[in-house]
């Protein structure tokens, strides 16, 4: 009997399941919110481990394609204190076995792999019903209706399928991060360019730091983290994008030139990004014809694991389907089993890399997490 199968969001997570599913011949139907696939930018770089992001694309058949699209000396990194001081520089050996790429690339080698019909744009989730027997209905803001043998929520942190299995709600953990780009670095700003170097670039202090990345065609992508409340989040996102710059950069008074130029230097309008998570040990009761996968499963700080786990996440659900084509239970059963452990474990990983950078014995904490993730 043929099944049907709904994934919610055409993230990297959902679309790496509607193709490792597209693999063994089963087919899904991907419904997506955004109205098409260039609705909006899709973020800047993203580095896809061996160990995991790289496995599953290998089960998505489409690893070759993937070493394409990296992004040469995009695993360097450097570690500078508030002055300017270079604390650890590691080069691109190519060694590390987590290459760069574009996030918006990377979707698109997804997009292009599967049947012509399969992601449906526009179509944003307003309400779930359970119909029993494990069935679900889906209610879209434009109106329309579906019904599904299986859900899968690959929606995100504001999950909209998740309420289906969990109380669980994402919480601010006191960290925002601040988004702007530098175009043309080496020529329009070079002080900075020659800062950051060509690849993966922190200063940091306690409760404060810039991360930047140089991406292709001599762009500087920059988060500058501060742990501040909520109501300090609210002030600066109200204000004007000028104004808001000069107050995010007012909280690195004394910092090098150089580094503070990362924010006062943006080009584009400054996006806020409140951090949230869910509990580090987030798991639910098996509910019959549902499932969770990515930041709808568990969220948790950014620590260069999220991609790579949602992709995991998915490869992982699409085996396990195909190994139990005729018991979806056994199927989701088999996939949580190894999603609560691997999430748990992420999150205590995630935790430390946060630690690592704003901790109050940051930036020389970094220093050594870097030194021993090289070594390790």
Same mark, same amino acid.
């Given at each position: 009997m043929t099944r049907t199968i709904a994934i919610v969001g055409a993230g990297l997570g959902g679309l790496m399941l509607a193709r490792v599913l597209h693999v063994h011949g089963i087919a899904s139907t991907v419904y997506e919110a955004e109205a098409s696939p260039t609705a909006r930018t899709q973020g800047g770089m993203l580095d896809i481990h061996d160990d995991s992001g790289q496995l599953a694309l290998k089960a998505a058949r489409l690893h070759d394609e993937f070493v394409r699209l990296i992004h040469p000396g995009g695993q360097a990194s450097r570690v500078l204190d508030q002055h300017g001081a270079v604390l650890l520089d590691h080069p691109d050996d190519g060694l590390g076995g987590r290459p760069e790429v574009r996030r918006g690339e990377l979707r698109r080698l997804l997009l292009d792999a599967l049947p012509a019909g399969t992601v449906q744009w526009g179509r944003k989730l307003a309400a779930v019903a359970a119909l029993g027997a494990g069935r679900h209905a889906l209610?879209?803001?434009?109106?329309?209706?579906?019904?599904?043998? =299986? =859900?899968?929520?690959?929606? *995100? #942190?504001?999950?909209?399928?998740?309420?289906?299995l969990?109380? #669980?709600k994402p919480a601010y953990i006191g960290t925002t991060f601040i988004e702007t780009y530098l175009s043309d670095a080496d020529v329009r700003h070079p002080a900075s360019a020659r800062a950051v170097g060509g690849g993966a670039f922190f200063a940091m202090a306690p409760g404060r730091g810039i991360f930047a990345h140089r991406e292709p065609d001599g762009m500087l992508h920059?988060?500058?983290?501060?742990?501040?409340?909520? @109501?300090?989040? @609210? *002030?600066?996102e109200v204000a004007d994008p000028a104004v808001a710059l000069r107050r995010v950069a007012a909280e690195f008074d004394g910092w090098d030139p150089a580094l503070t130029a990362l924010i006062t230097d943006g080009e584009t309008d400054p996006v806020l990004r409140p951090l949230h998570a869910l509990p580090s040990d987030h798991r639910w009761d098996r509910v019959p014809g549902v499932t969770l996968l990515g930041d709808a499963a568990h969220l948790m700080p950014p620590a260069g694991d999220g991609a790579n786990l949602a992709m995991v996440d998915g490869a992982e659900l699409g085996q396990a389907i195909a190994a139990h084509p005729d018991d979806l239970e056994a199927a989701l059963t088999a996939y949580e089993q190894t999603l609560f452990p691997r999430s748990i474990e992420a999150a205590a990983g995630a935790a430390e890399v =946060?630690? #690592?950078? =704003?901790?109050?014995?940051a930036p020389h904490s970094l220093v050594r997490f870097l030194n021993h993730a090289r070594d390790a």
């Amino acid at each position: 009997m043929t099944r049907t199968i709904a994934i919610v969001g055409a993230g990297l997570g959902g679309l790496m399941l509607a193709r490792v599913l597209h693999v063994h011949g089963i087919a899904s139907t991907v419904y997506e919110a955004e109205a098409s696939p260039t609705a909006r930018t899709q973020g800047g770089m993203l580095d896809i481990h061996d160990d995991s992001g790289q496995l599953a694309l290998k089960a998505a058949r489409l690893h070759d394609e993937f070493v394409r699209l990296i992004h040469p000396g995009g695993q360097a990194s450097r570690v500078l204190d508030q002055h300017g001081a270079v604390l650890l520089d590691h080069p691109d050996d190519g060694l590390g076995g987590r290459p760069e790429v574009r996030r918006g690339e990377l979707r698109r080698l997804l997009l292009d792999a599967l049947p012509a019909g399969t992601v449906q744009w526009g179509r944003k989730l307003a309400a779930v019903a359970a119909l029993g027997a494990g069935r679900h209905a889906l209610t879209f803001t434009d109106g329309s209706t579906v019904s599904t043998d =299986l =859900l899968v929520g690959a929606d *995100g #942190a504001w999950s909209k399928v998740r309420p289906l299995l969990s109380e #669980a709600k994402p919480a601010y953990i006191g960290t925002t991060f601040i988004e702007t780009y530098l175009s043309d670095a080496d020529v329009r700003h070079p002080a900075s360019a020659r800062a950051v170097g060509g690849g993966a670039f922190f200063a940091m202090a306690p409760g404060r730091g810039i991360f930047a990345h140089r991406e292709p065609d001599g762009m500087l992508h920059t988060y500058v983290a501060v742990q501040k409340p909520m @109501a300090w989040v @609210a *002030g600066i996102e109200v204000a004007d994008p000028a104004v808001a710059l000069r107050r995010v950069a007012a909280e690195f008074d004394g910092w090098d030139p150089a580094l503070t130029a990362l924010i006062t230097d943006g080009e584009t309008d400054p996006v806020l990004r409140p951090l949230h998570a869910l509990p580090s040990d987030h798991r639910w009761d098996r509910v019959p014809g549902v499932t969770l996968l990515g930041d709808a499963a568990h969220l948790m700080p950014p620590a260069g694991d999220g991609a790579n786990l949602a992709m995991v996440d998915g490869a992982e659900l699409g085996q396990a389907i195909a190994a139990h084509p005729d018991d979806l239970e056994a199927a989701l059963t088999a996939y949580e089993q190894t999603l609560f452990p691997r999430s748990i474990e992420a999150a205590a990983g995630a935790a430390e890399v =946060l630690d #690592a950078c =704003l901790g109050h014995e940051a930036p020389h904490s970094l220093v050594r997490f870097l030194n021993h993730a090289r070594d390790a």
